[in-house]
C-alpha cells in the first residue's frame, strides 16, 4: 500500500509536490507552536485573540522565509547536508519572527517557548523530509542493480555518493586490498579483502564490479582484469584523471572494460624531436588518407604544425570524413595550416607529381595499401596491382621531385609472406631499398608493424558485435596469435622511426607480446558478465567455434626476416638489415609480374612470386574469383590446358 502511495506521489507534476510541501510546513509550524506552549504550560491559559494572530503572521512569514531560502526548490530524494543547513536557518528565522511578532503584538510568551518551537519546528521540518528521502531511496534501491565498488579511494568514494543518488546503480560494498581499510565502513558501505570477492558477489547479488583505480598503471589494471575474469560478471571502469581534469567526462561516467586494458600496455611518451622533425613547418602529404592508420597519422600530424597537410584518398566517402575532422580541429584550435583533399588513386603517377610539385611536399607517409589478406587472395592482379605499382609510382614521383622524406606503412605479413598480400607489401619494401641507393635527395625509409586494434578487418569489433549478438565467437583456429598495438600509438611510432632514416632503413615496432586469439575472445567474454559455453560447460552463454584458417593466413606472425636488428634512439622502435636486391634486379621482376598480370594467369603470377627472394611460403592454394571461374569454364568447354597456358605464358615473358 506504502509503495502504491509513493509511486503515485513521484509521478505528479514538482509544482503539486511542492504545494504539498508547503500544506504540510504550515501544519508543523501551528503545531509546534502549539506544542511548545503545551510543553511550557497548561495551553488553555494561553489561548487568545493575540496567539491567533501571531501564529498566522508565523506561518506566512514563515513561508515566505523559507520560499526565498530556497528550501521547496530542493529535490527530497537529494537532500545533503547543504539542504539541512537551509532547513535550520530556516527554522531560526521562524523563531526570531515569532518572537518579533508576539512582541508587537503583545502576546503573552514565556522566555523558554521560542527554544522548544525551534527544536519541534526541526524535528518536523527537518525530519520529515529525512524520512521522506529514506522512503524514496528505499523505494528506488529495489528498482536499482545491485553493484560492487573495486576501489576505496577517493575515486571510489565519490562514485559511490554519486550512484547513491543516481536511478541507475546501488553500491553495496566496496572490495580494496589495503589492510587498513578492510573490515571499515566508507561512506556507509563495508570495504572487503579481493580474497572475499566470490562470497561477496553471491551473498550482495552483485551484478556488475565497477573499477574505481583511473589512476594505476596498464600492467596492473591487466593482472586486476585478469582476475577479475574468473568471476564472469561485467566490469565497468570510470575514466582516468586526464580525461577527468580536462572536463571531457565526470567521476560517476562508467565506460566498458576496453581492449587496450586487457592487453596492458602501457603507451609511451613521444621524442618531441623525433615526432616533430619531418612534419613542423613543412609540407607534409598522406596517402591512404582515410584509412585506418592513414586518417591517424593526419591526427597526429596536425598537432605538430605543418604548414599544409595533403589528404590523398581514392575513397570518396573517406576523405570527405577526415577532411571534415580535420577541418574542424584546426578550426577549434585557431590553427593556420592549409588542408588539401585529393581525391585520386596512387597509381597516377603523373597526378602524383603534380600534386608533389605544385604543394612543394617535403614528407610523404605511404599508408594507401590494400591490406586485408583474404580479399587479396581473391583478388590477387587488383592487390598486385595497388599495392606494388602504387608503391613505385609514389615513390618514383618522389624521388624524382626531391621530396625529402618518404616513410612506407609496411607489415609483418611482409616477414616470409604467406599470402600475395604480405608479399606485396615485402615487394613494396625491396622498391623503396632500390631507390634509396645512391640517392641523395630523398630519404626512404620503412616502418614494419603487426596488427592495430580497431582498424578495418580487426576481430576486436567483431568479437563485441559477436557478443552483443549472443554469439557464437568465430576464430579460425585455436592457436592463431597476433601482436596488437592501438592505432594512435602506432601512428605516433612510425612518424618517429620516419624521422631517424637516412635512407633505406626498415624500422620494426616493438609490438610487445603475441596474443593468442581464444584468450582474447575468452577474457572479452568474461569481462562482459558471460561465460564461454563448450562441451564441459553446456550452461555456459557464448561459444567460441573454429572456422579454418582463410585463404593466405598464417598462425603466427613475425617481424623480422633475419635475426640482425639493433636498438635506436627510441625505446619501442627498432632497425633492421633486410636482404635488398638491386635496381636491376627488380626491374627484372616487376616486368615479369607485370607480363604475367595483363594475360591474367595468376598461377605464373605464384610462380614468379616465389621464385622470387621474399620468403613466399603459400598456406593455400590459389583463390582468386577470376582464376577459378576461368579454369571452371576451360573445364566445361574443355578447351584450355592450364598447364599449357601456364608455359605459353611464361614462355611470352621471357
Known sequence: ??????????????????????????????????????????????????????????????????????????????????????????????????????????????????????????????????????????????EKMPVLIYGAGSAGRQLALSLQHGAEYDPVAFIDDKIELQKINVAGLKVYSPKMLEKVIKKCNAKKILLAMPSISRGKRQRLLNELQKYSIKVLMIPGSADLVSGKVEIDTLRKVDIVDLLGREAVKPVDGLFRRCIENKHVMVTGAGGSIGSELCRQIVKQNPIS????????????????????????KNSAITIIPILA???????????????????????????????????????????????????????ENMVENFVLISTDKAVRPTNVMGSTKRIAELILQALAVDCNTTRFSMVRFGNVLGSSGSVVPLFKKQIAENGPITITHPDITRYFMTIPEAAQLVIQAGSMGLGG????????????????????????????????????????????????????EELLIGESVEGTEHQRIMKAKEISMSHNDLQALLSKLKAAMEVGNIALVRDILLAAPLGFNPSSEIADYLWEQNKILAKNIEKVNPVDDCAETLRLVE
Request: overall charge neutral; aromatic content about 12%.
Open 1 to 142: 500500500m506504502i509503495n502504491i502511495i509513493l509511486l503515485k506521489f513521484f509521478s505528479i507534476p514538482r509544482f503539486y509536490k511542492r504545494i504539498i510541501s508547503v500544506f504540510f510546513d504550515i501544519i508543523f509550524i501551528v503545531s509546534a507552536i502549539l506544542g511548545s506552549f503545551l510543553i511550557r504550560d497548561d495551553i488553555h491559559t494561553w489561548l487568545s485573540q493575540e496567539l491567533y494572530f501571531t501564529i498566522a503572521i508565523s506561518v506566512f512569514s514563515s513561508i515566505f522565509i523559507w520560499s526565498r531560502l530556497g528550501l521547496y526548490r530542493a529535490v527530497i530524494r537529494y537532500i545533503d547536508t547543504k539542504a539541512l543547513t537551509t532547513i535550520f536557518l530556516g527554522v531560526v528565522a521562524s523563531g526570531i519572527t515569532l518572537v518579533a511578532t508576539s512582541y508587537f503584538l503583545k502576546t503573552p510568551m514565556p522566555r523558554s517557548v521560542p527554544f522548544i518551537y525551534i527544536a519541534l519546528l526541526l524535528v518536523f521540518v527537518g525530519g520529515s523530509r529525512l524520512l521522506m528521502r529514506g522512503l524514496i531511496n528505499t523505494q528506488s534501491d529495489k
Open 309 to 332: 597537410l595533403v589528404l590523398y584518398e581514392m575513397s570518396e566517402f573517406s576523405l570527405y570524413q577526415i577532411e571534415k575532422e580535420i577541418t574542424e580541429f584546426i578550426g577549434e
Open 345 to 399: 588513386s596512387v597509381l597516377d603517377k603523373s597526378l602524383l607529381s603534380n600534386v608533389i610539385k605544385k604543394f612543394a611536399i617535403n614528407t610523404i607517409y605511404h599508408a594507401a595499401a590494400y591490406k586485408h589478406v583474404p580479399l587479396v587472395e581473391h583478388n590477387v592482379i587488383s592487390g598486385i596491382t595497388n599495392n606494388v605499382w602504387g608503391t613505385l609510382a609514389c615513390a618514383e614521383a618522389a624521388k
Open 505 to 556: 632503413e626498415v624500422y620494426v615496432l616493438d609490438m610487445g607480446q603475441p596474443v593468442k586469439i581464444y584468450d582474447l575472445a575468452e577474457k572479452m567474454i568474461h569481462l562482459t558478465g558471460l561465460t564461454v559455453k563448450s562441451d564441459t560447460a553446456s550452461e555456459g552463454d557464448i561459444e567460441i567455434t573454429y572456422t579454418g584458417l582463410r585463404p593466405g593466413e598464417k598462425l603466427y
